[in-house]
């Protein structure tokens, strides 16, 4: 005989709301960090600023002062039962710390050294549709007609934006070194997305971060840069402890990445991409016009509006076929027990 389970108590109700609401909060906060990265670097290059950074000393010192983060990370999530790591495992790790020092650290710095951060913070919209067509290439994922549209408009509004001098400091040479970072960024998520299925979620970012970091390091020894190191012990001042210490070392670094993970666990993937994007986006243009007074000409505003749209295009949800199923056999309950 079956008997139907009754529901759960409203507590149980609540707190799963309560845990949604606290997974989206922590995209959003992750959203900030994100968005304020374009406008960090833009304050400790300023000539005005004590540490005097350039866009080489600023991501060598950040990758070296980060490295102890990671290295902790990797020790605190390292799995009792590890799983054997295959020469092919060892080589996407290596394959994911190239792809996140040299590539994301380092081109985010030299494209914010010569671009505007408004400019930098517009194309991150390009994330999401390249991330799928990335993953339609090498992934085999199928790629939708609407997604397919989403990185057309988007490379429209790319650009439209790169093309455009009318905000203060932007470049076209600093606009494609951003989307040369934001293509890394992508091509990071999908080794990511392999190695996740594997091994635990944080400690893959403590490892690929620590090999990023080395390579950061590495970078700043041959070319004559490790003493840009010394910089952050040299100057304690506010700009330097709040925009490089607080922003770029603990909470964009590690700080994002564990909301993110905390996110992902009571919400789905297409939710966080969608709330850490537009949150990326309006925190980021918030504290370039704020704190930078940058000012969007119209050019730009047209370049948003490709871009945005491109962003909610490629993380519109699509319906998916349901199988076709046999009538006269209905499937089990999951809603039912044995009772005696």
């Not at 490089?244 to 966080?272: H, P, T």
Request: proline share 4%; net charge positive.
């Amino acid at each position: 005989m079956k008997k139907p389970i009754e529901d759960g108590p409203a507590w149980a109700g609540a707190n799963h709301g309560g845990a949604r609401s606290l997974a989206a909060s922590a995209a959003l906060v992750s959203a900030v960090f994100f968005g304020v990265n374009a406008v960090a670097p833009k304050l400790l290059y300023a000539s005005e600023a004590a540490t005097g950074f350039d866009a080489v000393g600023l991501f060598v010192a950040r990758g070296v002062w980060s490295l102890p983060l990671f290295v902790l990370l990797a020790v605190a999530t390292r799995p009792r039962q590890f799983p054997a790591l295959t020469i092919k495992n060892a080589a996407l790790f290596l394959f994911c710390g190239i792809a996140y020092g040299p590539g994301t650290n380092a081109l985010s710095a030299l494209g914010a050294h010569v671009t505007s951060a408004s400019h930098a913070v517009l194309l991150l919209s390009l994330f999401p549709p390249l991330a799928a067509g990335l993953a339609a290439v090498f992934l085999r994922e199928r790629l939708s007609t609407l997604k397919m549209i989403a990185i057309v408009v988007g490379v429209m509004g790319a650009s439209t934006l790169t093309l455009s001098r009318s905000s203060g400091g932007a470049t076209t040479g600093g606009d494609l070194l951003i989307a040369a970072f934001i293509l890394t960024w992508a091509i990071l998520t999908l080794g990511i997305r392999q190695l996740d299925k594997i091994y635990p979620a944080l400690f893959v970012v403590g490892v690929f971060g620590t090999i990023g970091c080395l390579a950061l390091g590495a970078i700043g020894a041959v070319a004559g840069r490790f003493d840009s190191v010394l910089i952050p012990m040299q100057h304690f001042d506010l700009q330097t402890v709040l925009w490089f210490d607080l922003e770029l070392v603990l909470l964009l670094s590690l700080g994002g990445q564990l909301l993110q993970s905390m996110a992902l666990r009571a919400l789905d993937v297409a939710m966080v991409v969608a709330l850490t994007s537009y949150g990326s986006i309006f925190f980021g243009l918030v504290a370039s016009l704020v704190i930078l007074g940058e000012r969007l000409a119209v050019q730009d505003i047209i370049a948003a509006a490709f871009l945005v749209t491109a962003l909610g295009l490629s993380l519109w949800p699509e319906r998916r076929r349901r199988k076709d199923s046999n009538p006269a056999r209905p499937r089990r309950s999951r809603s039912t027990v044995d009772c005696k």
